[in-house]
Nanobody
Framework: QVQLVESGGGLVQAGDSLRLSCSAS????????VGWFRQNPGKEREFVAA????????YYTDSVKGRFTISRDNAKNAMYLQMMSLKPEDTAVYYC????????????????????WGQGTQVTVSS
């Protein structure tokens, strides 16, 4: 059974940093792009960042460019999201996800194209 488990969330102050981790088990995802999404109550889950299977290409939503960095360690079947200069508007539940298509050259931002999801980790940024 495929399982993605996020960790690293918490309560921080504006300007602080957090590093989210996502560990995968049940199968390897070395040939699939992976991404991070976030969601607040009553709102749609939105794209945050993605990275191709080999780490060659990354993509970020505009609001996090220059502050967040996505990375992966295929040897550990894990992905990460380094978040710096956090803002209150970054508050959300953060989810890691795996693309359904192998060897995608450009990461996709479309939520429907990710077919494996973690349970989410809460990030709260106080002002």
């Amino acid at each position: 059974q495929v399982q993605l488990v996020e960790s690293g969330g918490g309560l921080v102050q504006a300007g602080d940093s957090l590093r989210l981790s996502c560990s995968a088990s049940g199968r390897t995802f070395n040939t699939y792009a992976v991404g991070w999404f976030r969601q607040n109550p009553g709102k749609e889950r939105e794209f945050v960042a993605a990275i191709t299977w080999n780490g060659a290409n990354t993509y970020y939503t505009d609001s996090v460019k220059g502050r967040f960095t996505i990375s992966r360690d295929n040897a550990k079947n894990a992905m990460y999201l380094q978040m710096m200069s956090l803002k209150p508007e970054d508050t959300a539940v953060y989810y890691c996800a795996v693309d359904f298509l192998a060897f995608r050259v450009v990461p996709t931002t479309q939520r429907g194209l990710y077919n494996y999801w973690g349970q989410g980790t809460q990030v709260t940024v106080s002002s």
